[in-house]
T-cell receptor, first 117, second 105 residues
């Protein structure tokens, strides 16, 4: 069983640029969630994808967008980068919830550390 | 906004002691989960407790849930230096700010 992988590990960009982060979900998982974690803070939910459709979104502006592919891998795109976008970006995959257990255990990747200069 | 808020924000103990971390949340939940994070890496799921459960054990971990007080606690017994990490509670994809635990050998 392959775990969640993310690429790249580290990335340095300048203000105004665009970035794409990638995530491969764990085998058998069709739900992917993205989080932003600033230094010393807890992860903040950006959005979730289920079967290639956005399935929930946190309090992030539209310049944060995503995609999920038929193999359930996912991308996070951030346009017009700002200094405050510097953070660890985490991807997590899970199996879909049920009515009795709508939120399952999530399996996290190691993250992508984004620095915006 | 954060669903869960952990308390304390930081905790330093000696190896062998017990560590207790608390979490409060704001809205009704179906379940609450605890995760661990080592130094800026990905999070690892520790335990899930459902809203109709009051206590759950996993190895040296004990989690309690009080839905009337909207609070949960994580107890790590007989702590080890390897338990040094940040611990987060989460509900409905929303994480708290975490407790940074340091276990001194």
């Amino acid at each position: 069983e392959t775990g969640v992988t993310q690429s790249p590990t580290h990335l340095i960009k300048t203000r105004g640029q665009q970035v794409t982060l990638r995530c491969s979900s764990q085998s058998g998982h069709n739900t992917v969630s993205w989080y932003q974690q600033a230094l010393g803070q807890g992860p903040q939910f950006i959005f979730q994808y289920y079967r290639e459709e956005e399935n929930g979104r946190g309090n992030f502006p539209p310049r944060f967008s995503g995609l999920q592919f038929p193999n359930y891998s996912s991308e996070l795109n951030v346009n017009a980068l700002e200094l405050d976008d510097s953070a660890l970006y985490l991807c997590a995959s899970s199996s879909p919830g049920t009515s009795n257990l709508p939120y399952n255990e999530q399996f996290f990747g190691p993250g992508t550390r984004l620095t915006v200069l | 906004s954060q669903q869960g808020e952990e308390d304390p924000q930081a905790l330093s103990i000696q190896e062998g002691e017990n560590a207790t971390m608390n979490c409060s949340y704001k809205t009704s939940i179906n379940n609450l989960q605890w995760y661990r994070q080592n130094s800026g890496r990905g999070l690892v799921h520790l335990i899930l407790i459902r809203s109709n459960e009051r206590e759950k054990h996993s190895g040296r971990l004990r989690v309690t849930l009080d839905t009337s007080k909207k609070s949960s606690s994580l107890l790590i017994t007989a702590s080890r230096a390897a338990d040094t990490a940040s611990y987060f509670c989460a509900s409905m994809l929303t994480f708290g700010g975490g407790t940074r635990l340091m276990v001194k050998p």
